[in-house]
């Protein structure tokens, strides 16, 4: 069981250059597509020998009409694309969907493979995920959520409890793939002890047990695929043989900690808190205006009214220059594609 991203393209430069284009010029559907993507995807493909036909909706078995007469496909990450949608795609004619994300927690590959569709990810900058980790981090440590909270209220006075120094604490890194290794590169800054934990270590980092890194670790960051072997992988007994006090951080998929576990720790005492990016039955709640409607008795909710939890809404990828890679790659992969299936 590897906890490393599982980046199935080549790893590129943060501004990489697409191959050629292939003799006639590639047609394209991009589903799921926001203004800012589709802005680049306007300016980028055609430069690139690609005609993109954008559309904001997501992907699903009714519009899989828009991809008629393309073997190739983008689509994004916030929705899931169900076996139905890849059959109807198969006899559309597609056969390779391009995902705007490192995972593919959204998408049956094994299935998609067995009906002739390729699915493959992007690779796009670590640093967007690795600086939002430390800023969680250090949200965590420094109490920040109930400090602006009770600022918010025009309430300035100082608790009696006080924050805690990076460098006097040590943090376990799950995954040291290219965001896992991004962010020890960081933290190697502040000082404190790393421990590290991968299947296939690749850092210099003091690479230890996942057991020795539980019982070790004053912060513990996930940075490993959501996989049918990383799934719960913080459930209620691993959570358990975390230190007292210790912080829970998350920006790769919410399942890989067992929700219910982790808010009955936090509320014990057990846990210190927890910052997470990523949450358990975050589909249909993040990326929503819930104002009207906020959800109420999940286990969100619960999390939320907690004072020692901060919760962003999957965000941590969320910059300019991730998306810039995100769309550019997108596009190469397609044409990598075409290129090697070019008749």
């Known amino acids: 069981m590897s906890y490393r991203e599982p980046v199935r393209v080549a790893a590129r430069p943060a501004r990489p250059t697409a191959p050629p284009a292939a003799p006639t010029a590639t047609g394209i559907t991009v589903y799921s597509c926001g203004p800012d993507e589709a802005a680049l995807f306007r300016t980028l493909a055609p430069r690139l020998g690609v ?16 991809a008629a007469g393309n073997r190739s496909i983008s689509v994004g990450h916030k929705t899931r694309i169900g076996n139905t949608t890849l059959r109807a795609l198969s006899r559309a004619g597609v056969r390779y969907v391009s995902t705007r994300s490192v995972g593919f927690d959204h998408i049956d590959v094994a299935y998609a493979a ?114 049918a072997g990383t799934y719960h992988l913080l459930d209620r007994e691993r959570i358990g043989r975390l230190r007292r006090g210790a912080i829970v951080v998350n920006t790769g998929r919410g399942p890989l900690v067992d929700s219910d576990a982790l808010l009955t720790a936090l509320e014990s005492g057990q846990l210190g808190g927890a910052a997470l990016d990523v949450v358990e039955g975050e589909e249909g709640i993040f990326y929503a205006d819930r104002r009207d409607a906020p959800p109420t008795g999940t286990t969100l909710a619960r999390l939320q009214q907690l004072p020692n939890v901060v919760v962003s809404p999957h965000t941590a990828y969320y910059t300019d220059h991730a998306l810039r890679d995100t769309v550019e790659n997108s596009i190469a992969n397609c044409l990598r594609f075409e290129s090697r299936n070019h008749d």
């Open 51 to 66: 005609l993109a036909t954008i559309t904001e909706t997501p992907l699903s078995a009714d519009n899989v009409a828009l």
């Open 114 to 227: 067995s009906i002739g569709v390729c699915v493959e990810n992007v690779a796009y900058s670590p640093d967007s995920v690795a600086d939002y980790t430390l800023m969680l981090m250090l949200m965590a440590v420094r109490h920040t959520r109930s400090v602006l909270t009770r600022v918010d209220r025009y309430d300035y006075r100082l608790t009696e409890q006080r924050g805690r120094e990076l460098r006097d604490l040590t943090v376990g890194v799950v995954g040291t793939g290219r965001i896992g290794a991004a962010v020890i590169d960081r933290l190697s800054g502040f000082g404190c002890r790393i421990l590290a934990h991968d299947q296939h270590p690749a850092t210099a980092a003091e690479h230890v047990s996942f057991d020795e890194l539980l019982h070790g670790s004053d912060i513990v960051t996930l940075h490993t695929p959501l996989t």
